[in-house]
Structure formats: C-alpha cells, structure tokens
C-alpha cells in the first residue's frame, strides 16, 4: 500500500461511505453510517410507534396526527379518513388494484393506485409529513408512484411487473448516497405491503426486524418497493438503502429525442387524451420532434410557472384547463405535467407522500434512468415529524432546469421545495464535523492503524455438526495507494463445490508479517450463485507497508464459518 494520492480540489466528488460496526452486537447492521464528515447512527429499534408515525399496512395505514391549527383540527377529516362516515381511504390496494372505497380527490391520502384530477387549486393550509429516512429526503419521500394514464384522464399504476429486490451488504461507492430507513409494518402472510422509498432504483443493503421477522423485498415496474412476509403481526423494519446520486440532480444530456426512448418504457396514452395531450403541447411550442432536453426543460419551465389561486376557466376537459391554466399546488402541476409529457413520448411518473406530489422523468443517454424532478406547490404551513437526530439530505448533483418568479418566490417563502410559507421541524443539513483521526499511523506500530477501521464482525462459532465451506477472494489490484477505491469479489461453496447462498461475508484488512487482523473494509452479502463482490477504501491515514485482505465467511445455519487463504 503507497502513500496517499494528492487530496480532490474544493468542492469535488465525496468518497464512499464507511459503515461502523460494533462487534458485541452482532448482526447485519452498522452502529453508525460516516459521509462528508458526518455520522448517522443507526435508528432505534423499538417496536412502538413514534407520536405521528404512520404505520404501513396492506389493508389500511394510519396517518400521521394532524398539527394543531390544521384543517382536521377544525374539523375537517384528517388525512386517511373519509367524511361523512364512509370507510377510510388510506387503505393500499395490491400493485394494480384501485382501492375498494372509492376515488380520492387527492392521492395523498392514503396509499391508493389511482389518482384524480380536481379543480381545488387555492393554497393549501396546514400539512403533515412524516421523516422516516435519515437523511431526510423531505418532501420527497416516495410513498407512491403512478406511471399510466387511464382511458378516464385518471392516473394509475400500470399492470404489475414485479420482481424481488435482494439485499446486496452493507457497501458503497461514490457515486450512490446511502440513507436509514425506519418503518412499522403491520404484517400479513402472502400480503404485499407497501414501503416508502428514496429512489426508483434504489437498493436494499441490509435490514433487521423487531421482533425478528422472516421479509421478502419486492419492486414493481413503478419503482414502487413492498415487503412479504411469512407470519402476521407488527414489527420495526430498519434498514439501510442507497440510490444513485443522478437521480436526486443531473444535467439532461444533448444530442437525444424521444426515439432513444427504449421501447419498453415509451408511454402509451390511450386515445382519448393522446389528442389533447400533443394539443397542449403545440400550444407551449413543442412537438415530439425536438431536442430531448429541449422539451424536459421547456415543460418543467411552463409548470413551475404555475400558482395557487381560483381555478381557471372551466370547460368539459379538465386536464386541458389545468396545463394552460397555469394554476394550482403540487398534484394539479403533477398531474399536467405527466399527461403532457406522456403525450410527447417522454417517460414520466407522478409520485406522492402524504405532504407533497412531484414527478419523475427518465433521461436518456450513457448513464441513462430517473431524475426526480420538484414542480413546486403552495401551502401555509407544512409540520415535519420524526426530524430528531436526523439530517436534511442535500443533493449532490444540482437542479438544471430553468426556476421561474412563481417557483423562486415559494422557495424564498418557505425555504422548501413544497412551496410552504411557514416550515416546522426542518432537520439541518450538517450536525458536526468528525474529528480527523488522532494520533500518527504513518510512523510507529503498524498495528497501530487498526484504529482506523471499525472491529471485524464477530463470526458464528464452530460447531462439529455444522458443514464445512471453502471462501476464495479475488482483488481488483494488488498495489493501491491510501484512500483509493479497491473492489474484492469471490465465492463461498460447500465441501462438494456447491454455492453457500445465505449469509453474509467481511473483508479484514491483515497486518502482512503479524496476521493480525487490523479491522473490517466491507460487508456484504451472498448472492443466490454463492458469489459476491463489493467495493472499499484503505483509510488515507493507514500506515504504507505490506498487508493483505482477506474474505471471512461469517457462517449461517448450517454453514460453518470459513476464510480465504
């Protein structure tokens, strides 16, 4: 290992994130995630639910309590509830399925698969949101998304193309951010229930239950994430997930039409609205033929430009009157925006949580996938709950697309991309700064780096009825300077050569003459082929010398427990 590279320009690229693990504990989680000088400790694990916290569930989710002041404190039903006595509405319906009790003006209300159009385009009062990833992704955490638009001007969820989602271990890489997740689910047998997620694409790293609870992951062609599972009951899921920093802020790539757009994603309106769509956008000057980025920009331009105010004149075609109209909150610019670029064969999404509705769009190009786009909204007064101790994430990509007056002016009221005036409970961006590592391990004991790196993950103990496996390694580079990416991958097989699937496997960083294991670089999971493969740092202030890497199989029933040579 060679000295450090010389340090990246002000204002460069962040490093990978470092998982801190405590060894007494156990498990798959870390005690502690490290970014940008921050620390994120892992969530609590309690069972009971936050003041507020919604509690996901297949057949019905309570909302948040209202704030006082609020329009359901003055009598108005609160999020989730019907009036007039009729059932709930924050009912969730399987992927695909409308909801058995009727259809809400706003989709917010519940974790329903259809949404409606509605001319109640005056600024809103007082809204409730619940913070359940830290950092906090607030307002755009994503309870639903909506990708078809329905013979009845409706939005739904397509028909369901589900696929399992496998937590991969607890690493990442620089161009991922990495969030806590924290849930109650009210769990039923063979029932998907649906999760909140920060990104389409994100993935699961790793995950514990309280009490312990067998889960399966799912996603649907939506980006929508649900968990199974096997018995009923509640339980706290916490768990760790990461997304691709492009989707939070990116340019939009020159050079492209909606012709680059792949053929299993172009959208497909029916003929009732394709029509009026192309109509709409002929009138804001554009027409599928243009530049990709020409038509996002101009689109995003013309809907952030919308404000809250008397609905505008009313005819017999509503989505026509609220995309000219230029008025309305968050989900009459949504709703505009995602008939209208559908129309124009540009791939787009209308997601909601119980606060805020934004879209997503997919953008073409070499690192091609969704952006998440904020149209901006209206409303006098948004509560957060569930801040403590956490941070406000701040994207590390920025907002390419033109910000008009109307958009500027909310944003300078509220301080928040959801248009509110008055913000409470908003989570900082930076708590502390880490202290840089003490002491000198660049001269003296080699071992005395192990500082440096979190504790190895304490293995399972061997026992004589436990089958014997075999764990190989493989590094992408056998010299590498301090602080640099290295990327380890390998296999864990039986004593007949067959792949061990389940378990999790650490590489430890070796003092080379000692074999002393000076601590833990990575953790991650097997695969359903017995391999993995995950990427880490050499701290930059370890001591240059000769060590190795080894991969360390930590066992799993019935599994014993095996190391790389």
Not at 295 to 311: I, N, T
Not at 429 to 447: N, Y
Not at 451 to 458: D, H, R, Y
Request: hydrophobic share 35%; with cysteine.
């Amino acid at each position: 290992m060679l000295h450090r590279r010389l340090p990246p320009p002000p204002g460069g690229a962040s490093g990978p994130p470092v998982f801190v693990y405590d060894p007494r504990r156990g498990g798959g989680l870390p005690q502690e995630l490290q970014r940008d000088g921050q620390a994120l400790p892992a969530p609590e694990t309690g069972a009971q639910p936050e003041p507020g916290e919604v509690i996901y569930a297949r057949d019905g989710s309570t909302a948040p309590e209202m704030p006082d002041g609020s329009e359901a404190a003055a009598g108005a039903p609160p999020d989730g509830a019907a009036p007039d006595g009729a059932p709930p509405e924050g009912v969730a319906p399987a992927p695909g399925e409308v909801s058995p009790f009727g259809e809400r003006m706003d989709p917010r209300q519940g974790l329903g698969s259809r949404a409606l159009p509605d001319r109640d385009t005056e600024k809103e009062g007082t809204l409730g949101y619940h913070a359940v990833f830290d950092p906090s992704v607030v307002p755009f955490k994503r309870n639903r998304a909506l990708d078809v638009v329905s013979p009845d001007g409706s939005l739904a969820l397509g028909t369901p193309r589900l696929e399992v989602v496998r937590p991969v271990g607890n690493h990442g890489s620089a161009d991922r951010e990495v969030f806590w997740g924290s849930v109650l689910v009210d769990g039923r047998p063979g029932q998907d229930i649906p999760l909140p997620s920060v990104a389409p694409s994100a993935r699961i790293l790793s995950y514990e239950t309280t009490p312990r609870t067998a889960l399966t992951f799912v996603r649907d062609q939506a980006g929508n994430f649900y968990v199974r599972t096997t018995v009923p009951g509640r339980f706290r899921l916490i768990f760790l997930t990461d997304a691709p920093s492009s989707y939070f802020g990116r340019s939009v790539p020159l050079g492209h039409t909606v012709r680059d757009v792949p053929s299993e994603l172009r959208p497909r309106l029916p003929s009732e609205y394709a029509g009026r769509a192309l109509a709409v956008a002929s009138r804001l000057g554009l027409d599928p033929s243009m530049p990709y980025d020409r038509l996002v920009g101009a689109l995003v331009r013309h809907f952030r430009d919308f404000e809250p105010g008397d609905p505008p004149p009313e005819s017999d075609d509503i989505y026509t009157d609220l995309a000219l109209g230029k008025r309305g909150i968050c989900r009459h610019r949504a709703y505009a925006f995602v008939v209208t670029a559908q129309g124009l064969g540009i791939p787009a999404r209308y997601v909601f949580n119980e606060a805020h509705v934004f879209v997503e769009v997919w953008i073409p190009g070499r690192d091609a996938g969704w952006l998440r786009v904020d149209l901006g909204g209206g409303a006098e007064r948004l509560v957060i709950r569930g801040t403590e101790d956490k941070l406000r994430h701040r994207p590390r990509g920025r907002d390419p697309f033109e910000r008009p007056e109307p958009y500027v002016r909310a944003l300078a009221e509220g301080q928040s991309s959801a248009g509110a005036s008055t913000i409470e409970g908003l989570p900082p961006v930076r708590r502390r700064e880490r202290a840089p590592a003490s002491g000198s391990a660049t001269t003296g004991d080699p071992l005395a780096g192990a500082a440096l790196l979190p504790p190895p993950v304490a293995r399972r103990e061997a026992r004589n009825d436990l089958l014997a496996t075999r764990t190989s390694l493989t590094l992408s580079e056998s010299l590498v300077f301090r602080g640099d990416p290295l990327e380890g991958s390998g296999r864990v097989v039986d004593a007949d050569g067959h792949p061990v699937t389940i378990g999790s496997v650490q590489l430890l960083l070796v003092d080379g003459p000692g074999g002393r294991a000076l601590g833990l670089l990575a953790l991650t999971a097997l695969d359903a082929a017995g391999r993995f493969r995950t990427s880490f740092t050499v701290p930059p202030d370890q001591r240059p010398g000769g060590y190795e890497v080894v991969a360390e199989f930590l066992g799993a029933d019935p599994y014993a427990a095996s190391r790389s040579p």
